[in-house]
Nanobody
């Protein structure tokens, strides 16, 4: 049984920073892709960033230049460093990990950016 635990969300003023973490636990042989998605009220869930084993990353246009995704395979953890936050970044953020060819989602962590 694999579980994902997210942390790091919160309330921040525009221009501020937050760092999200998502740690996987359980029986894990290989984590291929790690990613972050977000869902704002009344909107569909959207990709923020992904990182694959080997370190190649992919970012949504809205995240480029402000957010950085990274991973620590020894800790089975993915991070999202978010800088220069904007009110439009307000959303629930979810991690998604592809572990041993299966997809797992975190429980979500709320990020609120005030203007």
């Amino acid at each position: 049984q694999v579980q994902l635990v997210e942390s790091g969300g919160g309330f921040v003023q525009a221009g501020g920073s937050l760092r999200l973490s998502c740690a996987a636990s359980g029986t894990i042989f290989s984590i291929n892709q790690m990613g972050w998605f977000r869902q704002a009220p009344g909107k569909q869930r959207e990709l923020v960033a992904t990182i694959i084993r080997g370190g190649d990353t992919n970012y949504a246009d809205s995240a480029k230049g402000r957010f950085t995704i990274s991973r620590d395979d020894a800790k089975s953890t993915v991070y999202l460093q978010m800088n220069s936050l904007k009110p439009d970044d307000t959303a629930d953020y979810y991690c998604r990990l592809i572990i041993d060819a299966r997809m797992y989602w975190g429980q979500g962590t709320q990020v609120t950016v005030s203007s």
